[in-house]
């Protein structure tokens, strides 16, 4: 009843009666057919025009569902047709094609499927580079906390170096474009102090000091030095304006 009485509370009189009207008519399938606009002072109600906006918003619904199969699909395909641990040099094909496809995702909630230690190698190779080529911010929290995984498992989840090299370098872009280009969400400062903290620990795993001993900054650590400042930048910006 409480609530109730704090809707009548907040709701003027005319406000009510077009309510009432709305789920009156919305009742009697005759009545809708020969009502076509409602009229309450200054309020009138087109009835065929929500009808017609909500047929719209429903064909965009199937047409954006539609899209994203589509895009499962052709991932689908991409995942059949190239070996993960072949030699660097020929993953040239596969990753442009894995680019080619990224750049054209109607949405990028479905990469954060593959981000799991559970995830085969392929897979990964492909959020990965798919992630570098389009920076999703929305995919930063998952990201990171994917990269916390791979940080607290000994063997890196087994994953090969390179690809780890591009999920970092992916995380380094996606940076960019949310703290330079202004890409939003830009993710809030918990966010950001986790994500350095799982740099470090990233940067002090064995396996990632390992990885091109002769000129490490070519290795994970390059790309996770890079991804240090911009989130020294961002913090940095945001303790000045408080």
Same mark, same amino acid.
């Given at each position: ?6 809707i ?26 020969r ?23 429903k ?6 569902e ?11 395909d991409?995942?059949?047709?190239? #070996?993960?641990? @072949?030699?660097? !040099? *020929? %993953?040239?094909e596969? &990753?442009?094609?894995? =680019? ?10 479905s ?7 559970s ?21 930063l ?5 994917f990269? #916390?995984e791979? @940080?607290?498992? !000994? *063997? %890196?989840g087994g994953? &090969?170096?390179?690809? =780890? ?78």
């Amino acid at each position: 009843m409480s609530i109730i009485s704090n809707i009548l509370s907040n709701t003027s009189l005319w406000e009510l009666m077009v309510l009432a009207a709305v789920i009156y008519i919305a009742t009697q399938p005759e009545l809708r057919k020969r009502i076509t606009k409602l009229k309450f002072g200054e309020f009138e109600l087109e009835l065929q025009s929500l009808k017609q906006e909500v047929e719209k918003g429903k064909e965009k619904i199937v047409e954006l569902e539609a899209e994203i199969e589509n895009d499962r699909r052709q991932f689908e395909d991409i995942l059949q047709n190239f #070996d993960p641990h @072949a030699p660097v !040099s *020929q %993953l040239a094909e596969a &990753r442009q094609a894995i =680019i080619a496809e990224a750049r054209n995702l109607s949405e990028t909630d479905s990469l954060a499927d593959y981000l799991r230690l559970s995830a085969s190698a392929k897979e990964l190779y492909v959020a990965a580079v798919s992630i570098r080529e389009k920076r999703p911010v929305s995919l930063l929290p998952e990201l990171i906390r994917f990269l #916390d995984e791979l @940080a607290s498992d !000994s *063997q %890196l989840g087994g994953f &090969r170096l390179n690809t =780890i090299w591009t999920l970092t370098s992916g995380l380094h872009r996606t940076l960019i474009a949310c703290i330079r280009d202004g890409v939003t969400p830009m993710p809030d400062q918990q966010t950001l102090a986790y994500a350095q903290q799982v740099l470090l620990k990233l940067n002090n795993h064995p396996k990632v000091r390992a990885d091109r001993p002769d000129a490490p900054l070519k290795g994970i650590q390059g790309p996770i030095k890079h991804a240090q400042s911009w989130l020294e930048k961002a913090i940095a910006g945001a303790n000045n304006s408080e």
